[in-house]
């Protein structure tokens, strides 16, 4: 099955929607309560899986599949590409010096968050084309749209 670029972009940008929602409501809270660096994180990634799959859940419930079959759907479609999203933007915040502790007054902290964000879009973007291409990922939530 071909795979246009255009399509993973779209399925990349959906997922980076929920992830940035809930990596940054994870990294705000996480910092502004003082938690460690690696609480944070596990903060930031569980946020953005439930914001993740949230948004792609609500989209799939639209075409009147029940609970089960639309979460389902949402997992089967979302899980990789918010797996890897995740490890590369918390490991490029993790690796920007000082960005963890600037605060959440200081520019690196939000520069570093935003570098962070696209650099994981870039490498999301080929890992979603792939899924895509072998039916699977964002594929699931078209054929649940279709059917």
Do not use: Q
């Amino acid at each position: 099955m071909k795979t246009s670029w255009s399509t993973a972009v779209s399925a990349t940008l959906h997922c980076l929607t929920g992830c940035a929602i809930g990596e940054v409501l994870g990294m705000v809270i996480g910092t502004a309560i003082g938690l460690p660096g690696w609480g944070t994180v596990v903060l930031a990634v569980a946020l953005a899986f439930v914001f993740g799959y949230a948004l792609t859940l609500r989209g799939v419930l639209k075409t009147g599949l029940a609970f089960g079959a639309a979460l389902k759907v949402a997992l089967a479609a979302d899980t990789a590409s918010i797996a890897v999203m995740e490890v590369v933007d918390n490991a490029v915040m993790l690796l920007v010096p000082g960005a963890m502790e600037a605060g959440l007054a200081g520019l690196l902290f939000w520069g570093a968050l935003a570098f962070s964000l696209a650099v994981a879009f870039v490498l999301t973007v080929p890992v979603n084309r792939w899924l895509i291409s072998r039916g699977k990922g964002h594929a699931v939530v078209h054929h649940a749209h279709h059917h």
